[in-house]
Nanobody, 125 residues
Framework: QLQLVESGGGLVQPGGSLRLSCTAS????????MAWFRQVPGKEREEVSC????????KYADSVKGRFTISRDNAKNTVYLQMNSLKPEDTAVYYC??????????????????WGQGTQVTVSS
């Protein structure tokens, strides 16, 4: 069974940090670009960051630049999202996704063929 499983979400105070992980099972993501998206109820899903298959290229939404860092470990079939200086507006369900392509195309949600179930991130005091 092809699965992407996210973990690491939770409740954190403003200014705090969280590290999300996404591990693939049943297939390898080593040749795929990977991305993190987030969604708030009633709003469109937003692409937060993507990383190319090798990790040499990364892209970020303006809203998270300088605060979030995406990385990957192909040997572990895992992608990470380090989130620092968290703000209440970062509260959302975060999803990882595997692309049909090896390189990043920010804003091309249809390019992503496999999705995780999501993990809740809540930033609140």
């Amino acid at each position: 069974q092809l699965q992407l499983v996210e973990s690491g979400g939770g409740l954190v105070q403003p200014g705090g940090s969280l590290r999300l992980s996404c591990t693939a099972s049943g297939f390898t993501v080593a040749a795929s670009a990977m991305a993190w998206f987030r969604q708030v109820p009633g709003k469109e899903r937003e692409e937060v960051s993507c990383i190319s298959w090798s990790g040499s290229d990364t892209k970020y939404a303006d809203s998270v630049k300088g605060r979030f860092t995406i990385s990957r470990d192909n040997a572990k079939n895992t992608v990470y999202l380090q989130m620092n200086s968290l703000k209440p507006e970062d509260t959302a369900v975060y999803y990882c996704a595997a692309s049909a392509f090896a390189v990043c195309f920010m804003g091309r949600e249809t390019y992503y063929k496999h999705w995780g179930q999501g993990t809740q991130v809540t930033v609140s005091s």
